[in-house]
């Protein structure tokens, strides 16, 4: 005796057609570009000049401090207005926080005294150096674009604009990215894969990029780093890498929790 057919699988192929009448499925994503040496290039030199602009302030990790700190523009300052107004443009959505301020310097108050702007100076340096936001989104917060590198090397694997590494898995190179979390979140992950675990959740975050390299040093410069854009020297091991202590008597490095190694040209 022939067994009856079942029907619940042609009701339910009829009722997800159902469903999805009228359903416009989400176009797939771009697939990565691969970019000349000439972005990774660019990248590293405006974050230099912007740097410079800022009169060349840092932060020395790699030991006691020694020399008095340069003169150096502060976010309150008038000078360092015209830099704010375009790290911020590099942020879309974000348009009422240029309006704020400059409805504040014509009240002659200080402007940007409120408003973390670290990752709008990323966004802006990227944005600038030609990486599209597809590649690489332009935010006001480090932690979704610390989520969309994550997430692009993961759907692109070896092709992302940008490889995920551990942070002393490799010696970091100009143009790469170095990330850590911070306040209260400081310690929070030892790896990018930590991070992965809580995707989508707001964590206190910085990313710098990488701009110089010399013996026992790597040279980084992000932005609002003690109100300013800031190189920090950082300690490094003979083959590179970022040692993974502190030096004694310098003040301690950031928490470094992921590496992202910029591929173009590579």
Known sequence: MARPRPVFRPLARVA????????VAAPPPEPPIAYPASARDRLV?????????????????????AAAPREERQEQDWEAFPALVAYWSAVPGREETITANLARVRSAEPAWTDV?????????????????????????AHWRIVDALIAREAAWPGRAAFGVAGPFERAPLPGDLLCATRGEARGRYALPEHRAAETGTPVPMHCDVVVGIRPGVVEVVGGNVGDAVRMALLPALPDGRLADRPVEGAPPPPAWFALFVNRAGR
């Open 116 to 140: 973390p702007w670290s990752a709008a100076f990323l966004s802006f340096v990227l944005r600038t150096a030609g990486y599209s936001r597809e590649d690489v989104p332009s935010s006001d």
């Open 16 to 23: 997800l057609a159902v469903l999805c009448a009228g359903c």
């Open 45 to 65: 030199r405006i974050a230099l000049a912007e740097w410079e602009d800022w009169g060349r302030p840092f932060i020395d990790h790699t030991g006691p401090a």
